[in-house]
């Protein structure tokens, strides 16, 4: 094994989605090492490993294990497998062709922070992967690695495969809480946190796929040496999911701190000849946009940070110049109204106006004023909502009315025009009625 | 004459901002939904059964919620009155309840829905690749087939093969307006839909996630 490749060397090995093809690989090695090392020790090798959240946040994942209350209790773990963020599928990909480093992983956690209870939720959407999961859960528990006592470590644990049924926001991680004690998946007021009070108000750990499926390298290796790889404050390896406008979009493992032209160019082989970038997203539809001078970035958490962007979710989205950044805005829009869950008024009515309002500047009906309004509604949505998806609406829209003013006010000017010549036909309620 | 008033008149939606049938008056004359009555509502012993199974899986029973839910559209094509009745038998919750989660999902049907469900993803990276033009022509293909139900759907979280359609839940792509057609034969024969588009035998772009003996799709062979 390369240290460049920790989860995705060689995946595609016929029959590594079970558990003979695994072991075969060294598979639930890091289960046995971890069950001789003391539990809080593990913590520590997650915590010096510096290991950041792979589903979006990216918060240490060492230091939210640390905030679980110890003692005997009834705690959980949820895996997050509801990857909705548009441009991610780095998920899928790890549990179609290795679902055991999963629940390896997740067995390790829940033996480390004293959890007997574990849900992987995913979504809907992914039959193909829950059914692989489901198969591989099942052949860990004909091998005594789920179960009462396992391998005579005296740790218990019950894993269940939840299958969601489509909502982006169950990808939030109280929304999915809720959603998994089956209510409409409504996020949560925090605090409390999930750590303290979360799922059947038990302390719960909700951590990521990619996350979870990190912990038996780190077993492995030692928190230490993982932590080398990368840069300081990114440690470690990240699978990331490129989109949109290159030649060669898919799934790639990246050490963080490559260069994102690197990424962009190298491994993805650009725009179609003849087109330049003219915009990406660095970590999913939900991230400030970036530019093509912005391509030498470093991709790691804290460079994206200070450029205004995120890494968010590893999902790379690349716009190329024969996109208008008004048809981008407007399929973001459409997308977060359709899927605000309603509870919070920003949310509700900001991604819905934010909609509106963009829809008529297609049909000619907006004037320069109205992108400082648009603007406006977006610096109030972010940070005033219950969780993050009016933000996650908020921060790329708002970029692109920032980065693209020029182009939208000559929209505007040509839309309007159009319109005076032209009769506007009525302007169609884009969001279906009914939906959440 | 200021711009204001050179101005189109604004547009207003036909039914103001609000969704239409908010102000729909509750009937009163009903009796409230209660929990059904066992010994009046016969649930099928198999979709019992399962659901049953669904509900001992969890801490608090009422987590099976979305899997039986699942079960039922299963077993009665969608999420008909009677179904969430049986639902809610056997799970000891009212069909209201049930029913303000089943609203929430988008997989979930509260009409009747055809027997083939093909979901277009016209989300950002697929319609920047010609989503929106492949689910006109899906639409166009499949008009006149009662049993084929074509749905725009939010990111199905498979972008590298975009634009992508989930048929029946085998996820196919990337896609050209051409497959619109072939998607509609597949299903009228029953066969699988285009196997040679299948994300299920699409190798890993990453190139030291390949293997030499790999025998599916391999996105480099293709598009190099």
Redesign the interface.
């Known amino acids: 094994m ?1 240290t ?2 920790l989860l ?7 029959g590594l989605n079970t558990l003979q093809g695994y072991e075969k690989r060294g598979g639930y090695s890091a289960l046995r090492k971890a069950f001789a090392i003391p539990q809080a020790a593990i913590v520590e090798e997650i915590s010096a490993s510096g290991l950041r959240g792979r589903g979006g946040a990216g918060f240490k994942m060492g230091q939210k294990a640390s905030f679980l209350p110890k003692g005997e209790m ?1 705690k959980y773990l949820v895996c997050n497998a509801d ?7 780095k998920d ?2 790890l549990m ?2 290795c679902p055991h480093v999963l629940i390896e992983g997740m067995i390790i956690t829940t033996f480390a922070t004293g959890i007997n ?1 574990a849900f992987i939720y995913i ?6 992967q829950a059914d692989i999961l489901e198969a591989a859960i099942a052949e860990a528990e004909a091998a005594g690695f789920i179960g009462e006592n396992i391998l005579g470590s005296g740790h218990s644990l019950k894993l ?1 495969l ?7 926001i169950c990808g939030e991680e109280t929304g999915l809480l809720d ?7 409504n996020p949560r007021l925090k605090p409390p946190f999930p750590a303290i009070e979360g799922l ?1 108000h038990g302390p719960t750990l909700v951590n990521n796929v990619e996350t979870l499926a990190t912990v038996p390298t780190i077993i492995n290796m030692g928190g230490a040496e993982y932590a080398k790889i990368g840069t300081e404050g990114s440690t470690g390896t990240k699978l990331i ?5 290159v ?7 990246i050490v963080l701190g490559t260069s994102s032209r690197e990424i962009i160019f190298g ?2 082989g650009g725009p179609k000849p003849g087109r330049t970038v003219k915009m990406w997203f660095p970590g999913g ?1 939900s991230s400030p946009v970036l530019l093509e001078e912005d391509l030498d970035l470093a991709y790691d958490f804290d460079t994206l940070a200070k450029a205004g962007s995120m890494l968010g979710s590893g ?1 790379i ?1 690349v ?2 110049d024969t ?1 208008s950044a008004l048809g ?1 805005a407007q ?2 829009t459409k ?1 977060y109204a ?2 605000s ?1 309603g509870k919070c008024v920003p949310c509700r009515e900001g991604t819905n106006w934010t909609h509106k309002m963009l829809a ?1 500047i297609e ?3 907006a ?1 320069p004023m109205d992108l400082d309004i648009l603007a406006s509604v977006q610096t109030q949505i972010i940070g005033n909502c219950l969780c993050v998806l009016g933000d996650a609406m908020a921060m790329p829209v708002g970029s692109i009315v920032a980065k693209f003013r020029d182009e939208l006010e000559a929209e505007i000017e040509a839309a ?1 025009e159009r ?2 010549t032209v009769p ?1 036909a ?2 169609q ?1 884009a969001i279906p ?4 | 004459m200021s ?1 204001f008033d ?3 008149p ?2 207003r ?2 039914h103001g901002s609000r ?2 049938g908010w102000d729909e008056a509750v009937d009163l004359t009903k009796p409230p939904a209660t929990v059904p009555d066992p010994a009046l509502t016969p649930v099928p012993a198999e979709l019992r059964e399962k659901i049953e199974t669904a509900m001992a ?4 029973s ?6 039986a ?2 079960l039922a559209q299963k077993h009665h094509g969608w999420c008909s009155p009677e179904a969430i009745e049986q639902v809610a038998c056997v799970m000891r919750l009212t069909p209201a309840y049930l029913t ?2 089943a ?6 049907a509260l009409t009747p829905k055809p027997k083939h469900d093909v ?1 277009v993803c016209t ?3 697929c ?3 010609g989503a929106d033009e492949f689910y006109e022509q899906m639409c166009a293909s499949a008009h006149g087939h009662e049993d084929i139900g074509v749905r725009g759907f ?7 093969i ?1 634009p992508m359609a ?1 048929v029946n ?3 196919v792509g990337p896609l050209n307006l051409f497959d619109a057609q072939l998607i509609v034969e597949d299903l009228e024969a029953g066969r699988p839909v285009l196997e040679h588009k299948q ?2 035998n699409r ?4 190139p ?4 030499a ?3 599916g799709i391999d ?2 062979g293709q ?1 190099g």
């Open positions: 390369t460049t490749h995705f060397d060689r995946i595609d090995e016929p009834a990857e909705s963020e548009p441009g991610t599928f899928r990909e179609q062709k209870h979504r809907g959407e992914y039959e193909l269940v939840h299958r969601g049924a489509g909502a982006y959603s998994l004690e089956g209510k409409r998946g059947y999911s490129v989109s949109g406008d030649q060669r979009p898919g799934n790639y493992e491994l993805c539809s999902a989205i716009v190329d996109h981008v399929k973001l997308f359709h899927e869950c008529r049909s000619g009906e004037t309007s319109a005076n506007v009525p302007i309620d009625v009914g939906a959440h | 711009y050179k101005r189109p604004v547009k939606y036909e969704v239409p899986l969890y801490p608090d009422k987590s099976a919620s979305i899997p839910l699942h303000s989660v609203s929430f999902y988008d997989m979930f979901y989300n950002i990276s319609s920047l690749l939010e990111c199905l979280g498979a972008c590298e975009g989930s839940g085998e996820y994300l299920r190798a890993v772009a990453d030291q996630g390949r293997v003996d790999w025998t996105p480099v598009e």
